[in-house]
């Protein structure tokens, strides 16, 4: 019998699978738009007028990144309908969100179809994809660790320097999207500069690409810098920095793989590779976020509500 303080483990594990399912979308997406694919199916919903079109060359990538879409749109309405019949309602709220942002990213999709792609839409398109992806992290992390929203902050302050790292980090991640889909991806193929720092009488494509390059340099630095601080800070949160080490690691390969697309004229599996550890670093960042607002260095602190105890402190024991 399941515990009732517990969501039940098949919603949570559909949580899981939802969240892994739109981290796959999100790099198919890129597979999409790196193989020429976009327009293979050029009508929105059907493809060629048909949701069974014949699967082969662009229509088979395109169409298949549309059936992997419905079937997250699916599986957040069953999310839906788990948590509406569970007591948890803040998890109902959130998974309502996580529908909306479904939905909208579904219209957006068509609109860049059936507009032919306007970089502004699919820059957008990435935008949301990023922010649904954290909505589902954060409603999966609630469905295994705090069902009842009970951790509150402890005694550290609000981690501004995380959140001033996570907007950064989403940023640069929109600027790469405009570089991507206003085809600045090649404007300048001199690493690491175009000319000089700022190309400043360049054409805007060039100056696109530079802005990416600049804003990328002063993320990666943050994050080492925001990585250090949290060891210095917390140092006893082996969690946590386990997680601030990674995006070190994370960030620098990152930069890695930026130099390497341009090298490789945007070959098609370092450029998805970038995409989809661009995605991994943005995850990495909101769950450091999340547990540095959600706990102290030591332990969270459970909320006074009824059915839940407060942990003794050391003095009570």
């Given amino acids: 019998m399941e515990d009732s303080k517990k969501v039940?483990?098949?919603?949570?594990?559909?949580?899981?699978?939802?969240?892994?399912?739109?981290?796959?979308?999100i790099l198919l997406g890129g597979v999409v738009h790196g193989t020429g694919s976009s327009l293979a199916c050029p009508d929105w919903p059907t493809c060629h007028g048909?949701?069974?079109p014949e699967m082969a060359g662009g229509v088979l990538i395109e169409h298949s990144h549309r059936v992997v879409a419905a079937s997250v749109g699916f599986l957040v309405i069953?999310?839906?309908?788990?948590?509406?019949?569970?007591?948890?309602?803040?998890?109902?709220k959130y998974s309502l969100v996580a529908l909306g942002l479904v939905i909208f990213q579904g219209v957006l999709g068509g609109v860049t179809v059936l507009f032919q792609l306007p970089p502004?839409?699919?820059?957008?398109?990435?935008?949301?994809?990023?922010?649904?992806?954290?909505?589902?992290?954060?409603i999966t992390r609630r469905a295994f660790v705090d069902p009842e929203g009970a951790y509150v902050r402890g005694e550290q302050p609000y981690?501004?320097?995380?959140?001033?790292?996570?907007?950064?980090?989403?940023?640069?991640?929109?600027?790469?999207?405009?570089?991507?889909?206003?085809?600045?991806?090649?404007?300048?193929?001199?690493?690491?500069?175009?000319?000089?720092?700022?190309?400043?009488?360049?054409p805007f494509l060039v100056k696109l690409q530079m802005a990416h390059r600049l804003?990328?340099?002063?993320?990666?630095?943050?994050?080492?810098?925001?990585?250090l601080w949290i060891r210095r800070s917390r140092p006893r949160d082996s969690s946590l920095n386990r997680w601030a080490v990674l995006s070190i690691?994370?960030?620098?390969?990152?930069?890695?793989?930026?130099?390497?697309?341009v090298m490789t004229a945007l070959e098609l599996l370092p450029v998805t590779s970038h995409l989809g550890l661009a995605a991994i670093l943005w995850i990495t960042l909101w769950v450091i976020f999340l547990q540095m607002k959600g706990s102290s260095e030591h332990a969270p602190t459970l909320a006074t509500k009824p059915g839940i105890s407060k942990p003794p402190t050391p003095a009570e024991a």
Avoid: D, K
């Fill in 8 to 25: 039940p483990s098949w919603l949570r594990w559909l949580a899981l699978a939802t969240t892994f399912l739109t981290a796959f979308l």
């Fill in 50 to 52: 048909s949701f069974f």
């Fill in 78 to 92: 069953i999310l839906c309908l788990g948590f509406w019949r569970s007591p948890f309602r803040s998890l109902l």
């Fill in 120 to 138: 502004e839409v699919s820059t957008a398109h990435l935008g949301t994809s990023m922010i649904f992806l954290a909505l589902l992290v954060y």
């Fill in 159 to 202: 981690p501004f320097f995380s959140l001033g790292i996570l907007i950064l980090l989403f940023c640069q991640i929109l600027l790469g999207a405009s570089v991507r889909h206003w085809g600045a991806g090649l404007a300048c193929v001199e690493i690491p500069f175009c000319g000089g720092i700022w190309p400043a009488n360049g």
């Fill in 215 to 227: 804003l990328g340099l002063s993320v990666g630095i943050g994050i080492i810098l925001h990585a």
């Fill in 249 to 261: 690691f994370l960030v620098l390969a990152q930069i890695a793989l930026g130099y390497y697309s």
